[in-house]
């Protein structure tokens, strides 16, 4: 089982539809199928996404660790490229993470029962004022 995490807390996962594989949305033809989630790994440029941005309700992003910041330039580069959907880590994301995961561009965080269990909502909580605690607001105060 996961956690699903946004700004609130954690949260129900209201996403029912389940999640594509990115190999076999890419190696077979859906044609006007959309509104389907996509298994994004982490070595998958944003360039090769953009062509499914009309058909992707909802782009999930792989964390294999948390020492692998990967998919945080993913998310950055989707958003630059114009897309407008969710975006959802999942896997290995910490809490000290989701101010970044949030400024990137991800809406939500998807972490397995165990992690949550090792880091609960209160931490995540902790972190969801991302907007307003980075370096660029307060260098903004002293000039």
């Not at 033809?29 to 090769?48: C, H, I, K, M, R």
């Not at 114009?82 to 965080?109: K, N, P, S, W």
Request: glycine share 10%; charged share 25%.
């Amino acid at each position: 089982m996961t956690q699903l995490i946004n700004d609130t807390g954690f949260v129900a996962d209201d996403w029912e539809d389940g999640f594509r594989d990115w190999e076999g949305v890419t190696s077979s033809s859906y044609g006007a199928d959309a509104g389907y989630g996509l298994d994004v790994p982490n070595t998958v440029g944003a360039e090769q996404i953009k062509p499914y941005f009309n058909q992707a309700a909802v782009i999930r992003i792989n964390f294999p660790s948390s020492a692998d910041g990967r998919g945080f330039s993913i998310a950055r580069h989707l958003r630059m490229l114009g897309y407008t959907g969710r975006i959802r880590a999942h896997g290995h994301v910490l809490a000290d993470q989701y101010a970044m995961a949030r400024r990137c561009g991800f809406d939500e965080v998807e972490i397995s029962d165990e992690l949550a269990q090792r880091q609960p909502e209160d931490q995540w909580q902790f972190r969801a004022d991302w907007k307003a605690h980075d370096y660029q607001s307060r260098m903004r105060q002293k000039a």
